[in-house]
């Protein structure tokens, strides 16, 4: 039987946190990861030498479980965030959870979450944050030796405000990450390095920032929170590539590489691309992508006193293609569109 959905109102929901029934939670102790299951208590208790508080041994994961138009629960290929997560743990000296034991503990938080998890075609999701924190104590600095695995869950709306209107970014002038450090994983340390750079776009109307790459400041890389795509005159999707290594190998950016080339039969091209490409008009459209971001088109970009606007449809209208890549990735979540294999997993 069906849980009965919680009395929320799921249309006017933002992305913000608000705990529900369960959490995950397992423990590395003595070299090993212990059984793990769900738990009511939604806070934790370390101590104050814990190595998470003082060299910042800290990964996540963000994906989003959906209910399709046929009333399913499903997650979108969460393979790949186990296998994301236990790249990020290793390039920190963390023990990687094992990738198995990842999917099924989604599955097992998920499902018992059900009457969190938003009804289909209300523009909600359930987001689903697993971490790993060093838990074990430490002063000199090391590795700790033990940590906690958890997954909290909460229902959310779009990321960014305008949600499928077009946003604004500014190019910042710090860096997110630096140059074949840890940029391509999915660690806090970067979101603490760009929460300055963060909070001055707010505070300046931005929904986000272009980082550039940090060696050279010529180069695309990310924003603060989601992958950039272009699309070219030809309508080619350009999709920029890192030569520093400090670009998060978003799960959405590949997927809407083989959507748009398999699916949707268009030219796809991933290679460095120059931020000077930009300020010459090379791009009529312009989006970010990512588990919280889906598509989020970019109207413009500015940098300092320049402003370059993408394509007719400006701050204005969504573009074309954005339009029918979000289109066809939702409908894919929603259970409307087949997708390829495996990228679909019922919990
Ligand atoms: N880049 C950054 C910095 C992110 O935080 C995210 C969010 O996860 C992404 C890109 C998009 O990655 P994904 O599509 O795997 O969610
Ligand atoms: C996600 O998209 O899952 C992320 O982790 C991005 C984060 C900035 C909310």
Redesign the pocket.
Same mark, same amino acid.
């Given at each position: 039987m069906a849980a009965e959905k919680k009395d929320i109102d799921w249309g006017s929901l933002g992305f913000a946190y608000q705990p529900t029934d369960y959490s995950y939670v397992c423990n590395y102790k003595d070299g090993a990861w212990e059984e793990g299951g769900l738990t009511t208590d939604h806070t934790l208790t370390l101590s104050e030498c814990a190595g998470i508080f003082h060299y910042c041994q800290e990964v996540f994961e963000?994906l989003k479980a959906y209910t399709t138009k046929d009333g399913d629960i499903v997650c979108f290929r969460p393979d790949l965030n186990a296998s994301?997560m236990a790249d990020s743990a290793r390039r920190i000296v963390m023990p990687p959870f094992p990738e198995d034991k990842f999917i099924e503990a989604v599955k097992m938080v998920v499902k018992a979450n059900e009457a969190w998890v938003p009804p289909f075609g209300s523009g909600a999701t359930l987001y689903v944050r697993p971490f790993m924190v060093a838990t074990g104590e430490v002063i000199g600095v090391a590795p700790a030796d033990e940590y906690q695995f958890r997954i909290l869950v909460t229902p959310v709306g779009p990321y960014y405000s305008g949600g499928v209107k077009p946003v604004a970014v500014k190019v910042p002038e710090y860096d997110r990450a630096a140059p074949h450090g840890t940029g391509a994983i999915?660690a806090g340390l #970067?979101?603490a390095m760009s929460l300055y750079p963060s909070v001055q776009a707010h505070a300046e109307g931005f929904a986000d920032n272009m980082f550039l790459d940090p060696m050279t400041h010529t180069y695309v890389e990310?924003?603060?929170?989601? #992958?950039f795509l272009f699309v070219d005159q030809d309508g080619t999707l350009v999709v920029p590539q890192s030569h520093t290594d400090s *670009?998060?190998p978003? *799960?959405?950016?590949r997927s809407l590489v083989t959507v748009a080339r398999d699916m949707l039969g268009m030219t796809v091209v991933e290679r460095p691309v120059e931020f000077a490409e930009v300020q010459a008009g090379a791009f009529v459209e312009c989006g970010m992508?990512?588990?919280?971001?889906v598509i989020s088109p970019v109207g413009k970009v500015v940098n300092g006193d320049e402003e370059i606007v993408f394509g007719e449809g400006g701050m204005e209208h969504v573009g074309p293609v954005m339009q029918k890549l979000r289109e066809t990735l939702t409908g894919i979540q929603a259970g409307e569109i087949e997708g390829p294999e495996g990228w679909i997993v019922k919990v």
């Open positions: 963000g994301r999915k #970067n979101y990310e924003s603060g929170g989601a #992958n *670009i998060l978003s *799960i959405t950016r992508c990512g588990t919280a971001a």
